[in-house]
């Protein structure tokens, strides 16, 4: 419940922010500059927060994320209003810090703080997490819309999912067990107590992925907004019933991963998730089409459960595969490669726009370097499958 609504914050700006930067007067550029913003903090910290972490209790920087995010948040908008865009920018880029205390830490802590025979499903739980945020905040922005459109604006919905964010506190004072922490890793001695060579295998596809997706997933809105022409409102409708078939598949997600195993499990949905991305982009080509919002909506819709699906499957299999000493490191790189890829791939993504480059080109070469990144975990995993999960390696 914590983490669910911290989440709600990053999941209402993931649905919401760019439609009201839009409304504001800001380009296409000038909004990637602001995704940019938020990443470039992650990245810069990432790394070095996972080595100070190494050895220490996980649950305090959840306590402190958990009030720092609505404060940061309401800053944000409030700065957006005073037409105070550098300051602003400045509030991102501490987002971006807060944002590190869960993304780094969350993941080890469930590992660490769970039995092993749970591990599958307390991973699944911790990804469903962000589905049901977006799920909640699209539904919501969809009925609070449909009641009142000029008072709940996307500018309003956001100042209430931030103040809805300060319950996060309320269920992380409510943590109270004795915690498990990890060996302690001194820091002078990071580069030979690490298995380097296992924690770069792993990273180099979560890298492809990672950017790959930061070309795509902040701006999807964008793109069914000028391409579309779907306004905020039914774009949240179409987040939230995605984000919902998210959540509910997670459920699943143990189970499957067990049947099939984790090569079939990762690298079967992420294909059909490259399907339906190639679908949704190649919509552009004849959006003045009646039936073209239709293919784009159902081939969105089915890709996010498709992609989201392998989530906790590779993470899972990451986290076992480097082995418990390395976990935190692999948090916190796995923090800094999505971070500084989304970093990279916003500022990217705003260059092309301003180039006049289509929405359609820019999605296909996401979906090429997807595929890229499908080969090598399919190549990766089969060297080392690690099936018998529940025997912790």
Request: hydrophobic fraction near 55%.
């Amino acid at each position: 419940m914590a983490v669910f609504f911290i989440q709600l914050i990053d999941a209402a700006s993931f649905i919401l922010f760019n439609f009201y930067l839009h409304d504001l007067g800001f380009k296409d550029d000038q909004i990637a500059y602001f995704t940019a913003c938020r990443y470039a903090a992650i990245v810069l910290v990432s790394f070095p927060f996972g080595l100070y972490i190494k050895g220490r209790p996980l649950i305090h920087f959840i306590r402190i994320a958990s009030f720092m995010a609505p404060l940061i948040s309401l800053g944000i908008i409030f700065l957006l209003e005073a037409g105070q865009v550098l300051w602003a920018q400045i509030f991102i880029f501490f987002l971006g810090l807060n944002i590190v205390l869960i993304k780094v830490t969350a993941l080890p802590f469930i590992i660490l703080n769970t039995p092993t025979d749970k591990h599958s499903e307390s991973i699944a739980m911790y990804f469903q997490v962000f589905s049901l945020t977006v799920f909640t905040a699209g539904v919501s922005n969809y009925i609070l819309s449909s009641i009142d459109r000029v008072f709940f604006s996307e500018k309003n919905v956001l100042i209430i999912i931030s103040l809805l964010g300060f319950f996060a506190s309320y269920f992380a004072y409510r943590i109270n067990i004795t915690e498990n922490v990890s060996e302690k890793i001194p820091m002078r001695q990071f580069m030979s107590k690490y298995d380097w060579r296992k924690i770069i295998k792993v990273s180099i596809p979560t890298f492809l992925i990672a950017f790959g997706a930061g070309l795509t997933i902040p701006f999807i809105n964008l793109f069914f907004l000028q391409i579309h022409g779907v306004a905020s409102q039914t774009f949240s409708l179409f987040g939230a019933f995605s984000f919902g078939l998210v959540a509910i598949s997670m459920v699943f997600v143990p189970r499957i991963r067990r049947f099939f195993g984790y090569n079939l499990t990762v690298n079967g949905f992420q294909t059909l998730a490259i399907i339906a991305l190639v679908l949704l982009a190649t919509t552009q080509w004849y959006a003045h089409l009646e039936w073209a919002l239709y293919v784009a909506v159902i081939a969105y819709v089915l890709r996010q459960p498709l992609m989201n699906f392998s989530s906790p499957v590779v993470s899972e299999w990451s986290l076992y595969f480097v082995g418990k000493r390395n976990q935190e490191m692999m948090g916190a790189i796995n923090a800094s490669i999505w971070s500084g890829s989304w970093f990279f791939s916003s500022l990217i993504f705003g260059w092309m726009r301003a180039s006049s480059i289509s929405f359609v080109n820019i999605f296909l070469i996401t979906a090429v370097i997807y595929t890229l990144a499908t080969i090598y975990y399919f190549l990766l995993i089969r060297a080392n499958p690690l099936e018998d999960l529940d025997q912790n390696p």
